[in-house]
């Protein structure tokens, strides 16, 4: 870790932020002061709307047009807020660099790799097309690019996530500037993924001494990463210092809230002997890939293969994967909404072989919460109608007196106020959504219901929120659950037993308690290194640069 | 979570209920709010109302019937004043007189009666009255003060106020009236066309979007077949067919005009139906109608609704094509694309005959136009 | 590439195969014939007519009798034109219209594109209020008003230009100013609205956030993904420009082939028609092809597979 001196490089004092909006001026930031000093890793944590990437962007002048900034945002001394593009580009890209949460769309799809790499050093250093080529392989090389001499040429959309973010800190750190600004970079990324590209970044510093301004959501990576820290909310800094003591004596409740808001505790067993709710043995789901009509032959992909899960009442399993695995495919081929091959049985009664239409009045015992409270809503329907459309479906006899009854009486269950049913989607937050789609669910007193990560969408505070209030239902209606997620946290928060799954097949299962305090494959170890080990970055980056 | 509820205050709260059920927005009322800020937009809407007033009642209320012929009138520049000139009025009076072939005495014009003695040897005969009214600027003719060896008289008539705020065009009718009828003939088209185009495309594209898969990809040759058919060539044929029949013609050029519509409506409901409120409604069992209904017909309505607004001036400009090349409208009826035709043809000696029905043509087009821009941009606020 | 552009042509060969057919029958379905005049020929020199165009045999038999000779290349007789054939009309008239419709469609791709790129970087300031509305002007101003307007005020008020014929470049000035105004509105909008979501990418942030200067960041990292669309467009538009319009050779007396098909159509010219139908689809293969290779040569993403 470097030591802290007394050489600012970003100074930032009284900087806000206002975006003009259809409702009028909208403030995202409100004044803050936020220091920065050379070779260090200050994080700004915040959940979503806190205005912690505004204010970077701000400095950067890269504001939305409706954004105008106000205050200081001093480099070396020089004011970034209402400077000249002229002066301002003389600064960004070579003392000043960022990296995006959006790997996939940030590099321009249209060139290759090795033009946008040398675009700065060839603007800012003066290098010619072949010096800034050769020093570009090089630095592909460094971020750890297999075959560098050859990828150089790829373009974007023939890399991976990871692989892309890598190509963003090469270029990032083309002309050895004295700042990075990450912004999320890490967020859309799959957590082993993660934890590569985290550790490549502190060895990055710790080789180069360049300062470091990581904006997260995530407290674990502050904690593993930053010396420093700044917590924000709405717009303002609540309260900063050095992590270790945030982390140790939070000041402020909302800090508190938010690291109290990290999923803990563990799930009440079911009771003992209770029957199998469901049952999918020897699952398999294959899809075609290309192909089509008057088109080539087609490829199958087994997005599933050959898995068995059984879940009992008040049970939840937990399935756990990375992107690609396979599980969200699972959980929607065991509620016979995809074609599968295998055994599925529901209550005892086979329902490999039953179409569309025999599943119908089994669909109200078969429920499925989405991952995004945001598309899974019906934008242009109100809540109430929402809640209600399975008992048009179930319950087609009663009147719309009783459904309204109903439709109160799911709100009020999943802690929505009952007034609110006559509003459309589009008004709530992410985590009142997320407690609608649950209403709809739980509405039809189902039996098992297929959760599609969701929690993944939401702030770790609403997180918290959610894991409760399944667990709530679960043990008041003793329903079986199918959780699946990529966060292990929560899977650990809400399960019995946990299923881990790669490429299509379970690489491992066991009781909660095992898989977590004693993975057996190297897969789960690494996914469970990647989730909870509490080492610094900056020392695993120098144990690994040592060979370790 | 500021919603979750105190147990204090019970929810049976009706006063606050009612109150929250009113603040309720969906989205369009959202896209409505959005579209009543666009000023554009909304001096559109204002005057397309009103040519749909013009095209319903105008002709009703024009001075003139559209297709009456004013053989005096003929290319008469657009005025305010009424017709006839003051220094018309004598010559004109002078020489329907000398058509009966009577002596005509000194002429006076008194304010709106005109009269002067006549002499003839025939003797006077009532009928010479008609030659009087037989012409455009003259009613009400009698004779007065008959001689008694009945051949002197006077000749008394009202001078025939007529007013051509458009002027009148080569076979002298009144322009204003005829345009006024044309807004109603190309607004009716328009929407007629546009409404056939609608029900086919929607349907056609809804139906191949929804199964998917080979029936879609059958459905969609077909129109990729169609689109290569050069347009024109349709419509002349169209015409050939239903020369007769203007109505018929233009249900079938909106069966033609279904074809991007049935692209559009296929997209969305592709892309609505991955999404997972759609998925999510078949996780409750709903049946195929009931999610077609309630969530993929709601949602592809934003889109129908701008091209609608976009495809009604398309059709317009198509039917002034046709009447362009004379394959429109058959007199007396017109439409504003046949009196934009003709006035250009007329256009060096009575330029009225051009500016009058083109810009009443293009007011219509551009709101119609900013109409759509504006609905397009209240219901994807994404755009802007 | 060029096994590409091979397959793209045998693939479009069944399209104009189906194409050509249904446009045969469809106009052969028309009532009315060639002959038919305001009084009527005399039978026998009907009948004679009739023969000597193979109008006595079969449908079948005349379609397939055409589609043999269209094979060959050729397009057959004129019925109305006798002295002509399709193959002679199209010699004189088809380049015409090809100067006339690439000139305008050059113009208006020069013109459009800048007013929509400029519009793009003054979002919703006065120069883009401007660009827009005049798009909107050129959007719904109908040529067939824009061409005697332009005829009579620079062709017959102030005699700059001539108002109408064919020969010399003062000629063309006002026919391809009334053919480019419509697609310098179009051209004009969309690209405005490329531009400016390619201005809202990440991609273009990242640029920005790299220093680069805003010159690179518009030209190398906007114009070229704001382009895309209007190269779509310009497949369809570039067919229906170089064949013709029917309105603007009739007002200003050009001879083009833009006439032809309305003409034809009306007098039963059943070759010259077809012959038109034929011309415009092979226009609009090549144009789709073109646009094809233009856009895959843009867009990386897009290969020449499929």
Known sequence: MNAMTNDPVLTVRGLKVAFETNDGLVEAVRGIDLDVHRGETVAIVGESGSGKSQSMMAAMGLLASNGRASGQALYRGQDLVGMRERDLNRIRGDKITMI????????????????????PMIHHRGLSRREAREKGIALLERVGIPDPQRRIDSYPHELSGGQRQRVMIAMALANDPDLLIADEPTTALDVTVQAQILTLLADLQRERGMAIVFITHDLGIVRRFASRVYVMRRGEVVESGA?????????????????????????????????????????????????????????????????????????????????????????????RLLPSEGRVVFMGRDISMADKAAMRPLRKELQLVFQDPFGSLSPRMTVGQIVTEGLLVHEPGISGRERDRRAVEALRE?????????????????????????????????????????TSALDRSVQKQIVELL??????????????SHDLAVVRAMSDHVVVMKTGRVVEEGPTAAIFDRPASEYTKSLMHAAFSQEDFHVEAMRVAQGG | MQMRIDPAASSDDLAREVADAGAARSLWQDAFIRLRRNKAAVASAIVLAFFAFVAVFGPALAPNPYDEVFPQYVRVPASLEAYPRADSIVPEFESVLARARVDVGEITLDGGTISAPIVTDRGIDPRFVRFVERSDLFTNARIEEVSPDETRAVMVADVKRTYFFFGTDA??????ARTMIGVRISLAIGLLASLTALVIGVTYGAVAGFLGGRIDGVMMRFVDILYSLPFIFFVILLVVFFGGNFVLMFLAVGAIEWLDMARIVRGQTISLKRQEFVQAAEALGVK????????????????????????????????????????????????????????????????????????????????????????????????? | MLGFVLRRLAGAIPTIFIVVTLAYFMIRAAPGGPFDLERPLDPLIMENLNAAFNLDKPLWQQYLLYLGNLLQGDFGPSFTRRDFSVADLFAVGLPVSVTLGGLALLLALVVGASLGVLAALRQNKGADYAVVGIATFGITIPNFVVAPILSLLFGVWMGWLPAGGWGTPAHMVLPVVTLALPQIAIIARLTRGATIEALRSNHVRTARAYGLPTRVVVITHTLRAAILPVVSYLGPAAAALLTGSVVVETIFGIPGIGRYFVQGALARDYTLVMGTVVVIAIFVVIFNLLVDIAYALLDPRVRYER
């Open chain 1, 414 to 454: 999943v802690d929505l106020d009952p007034a609110m049913r006559n509003r459309y989607p589009h008004e709530f937050s992410g985590g009142q959504r997320q407690r609608i789609a649950i209403a709809r669910a739980v509405i039809l007193k189902p039996r098992v219901v297929v959760l599609d990560e969701p």
């Open chain 1, 471 to 484: 667990r709530d239902i679960q043990s008041r209606y003793g329903l079986a659950y199918l959780f699946i």
């Open chain 2, 288 to 384: 195929p109608g009931g999610i077609v209904r309630r969530h993929i017909v709601p949602n592809t309505l934003g889109p129908v609704v701008v091209y609608l607004t976009l495809l009604v001036p398309k059709v317009i400009l198509l039917e002034s094509f046709l009447s362009f090349l004379g394959l429109g409208v058959q007199e007396p009826l017109t439409s504003l694309g046949v009196l934009i035709s003709e006035g250009a043809a007329n256009m060096q000696g009575a330029t009225w005959m051009l500016i009058f029905p083109a810009i009443t043509l293009i007011v219509i087009l551009f709101a119609l136009n900013f109409l759509g821009d504006g609905l397009r941009d209240a219901l994807d606020p994404r755009d802007r």
């Open chain 1, 243 to 335: 992590t270790r003591e945030v982390f140790a004596n939070p000041s402020h409740p909302y800090t508190r809230m938010l690291i109290d808001a990290e999923p803990a505790g563990a799930k009440e067993p079911p009771p003992a002997g209770a029957p199998l709710a469901l049952t999918g043995e020897n699952v398999r789901v294959s899809f075609d890939i290309g192909g089509g009509f008057l088109k080539g032959p087609s490829v199958a992909l087994r997005a599933v293969d050959d898995v068995t899960v059984r879940v009992r009442e008040g049970e939840t399993i937990g399935i756990v994967g990375e992107s690609g695995s396979g599980k969200s495919t699972l959980g929607r081929a065991l509620l």
């Open chain 2, 171 to 176: 076979n002298g009718r009144d322009l204003f």
């Open chain 1, 100 to 119: 995006f949460q959006e790997p996939m769309t940030s590099l321009d799809p249209l060139y290759r790799i090795g033009r946008q790499l040398a675009e």
